[in-house]
């Protein structure tokens, strides 16, 4: 799956890739030509895969932010 921003919310910064794209945990992380997104619960919680398969739509760990997922230097 291509990860592409939402259209349909101008500016908004949410990613099109299930529960990921507005979870407080996740990280962005831009490749070459590709962008993955990290899981950062799975850096303290085995249960959780770092980058997990998308879309995600269903996670025991999401907790809601308020903007788009924050990109990984």
């Known amino acids: 799956m291509f ?3 939402l259209r349909d ?4 910064g949410y990613w099109d890739v ?4 507005r979870c407080a945990h ?4 831009e490749g070459g030509r590709s962008t993955f997104f990290l899981c950062g619960r799975a850096l303290t919680d085995p249960a959780y895969r770092k980058y997990p398969v998308l879309p995600v739509l269903h996670c025991r760990g999401f907790d ?3 903007e788009g997922p924050a990109r990984s230097e």
Not at 26 to 29: E, G, I, K, T, Y
């Open 18 to 21: 299930g529960l990921c794209g």
């Open 9 to 12: 919310v101008p500016g908004s």
């Open 26 to 29: 996740c990280r962005a992380v």
């Open 64 to 66: 809601l932010r308020s």
């Open 3 to 5: 990860a592409r921003k």
